[in-house]
């Protein structure tokens, strides 16, 4: 169970070690990624990290959508309840959709190893 960012990072963290991690805290660049990764086929990527506590809504602040209108390509965001870690996997271009429409939006991945093949394979 994650009960917050911080644990579902974590827990990706933990669970992805073909891919090289650096965790953005950012707070001058507003809207950025939570995660910079690097696979093994040398590409980087941007992941948002969301857990969801109740219902299907993922709370994001227009900062955070303008990042993945901008940069709808090698960016994703995943996302979880806190009630159980079972990730789901979306890709940036999803993000208005996301807005609108939430977790019923179909996903690109969703569990953990299908949500790591499709990192691992950017």
Same mark, same amino acid.
């Given at each position: ?77 995943? =996302? !979880?309840?806190?009630? +159980? #870690?079972? %990730? *789901? ?9 996301? =807005? !609108?429409?939430?977790? +019923? #939006?179909? %996903? *690109? ?14």
């Amino acid at each position: 169970m994650a009960r917050n960012e911080s644990q579902f990072w974590q827990y990706v963290k933990r669970n992805t070690p073909k891919i090289k991690w650096t965790r953005i805290e950012n707070t001058s660049s507003l809207g950025t990624p939570d995660l910079l990764g690097y696979n093994t086929n040398n590409c980087f990527f941007t992941v948002e990290l969301k857990v969801v506590k109740s219902g299907n809504k993922i709370r994001f602040s227009p900062h955070q959508i303008a990042f993945h209108v901008k940069h709808p390509l090698n960016s994703f965001i995943m =996302v !979880t309840r806190t009630m +159980r #870690l079972d %990730p *789901i996997l979306y890709e940036g271009s999803q993000i208005r959709d996301l =807005v !609108t429409s939430g977790l +019923r #939006l179909e %996903p *690109i991945a969703k569990s953990l190893d299908p949500c790591v093949k499709r990192l691992e394979a950017v």
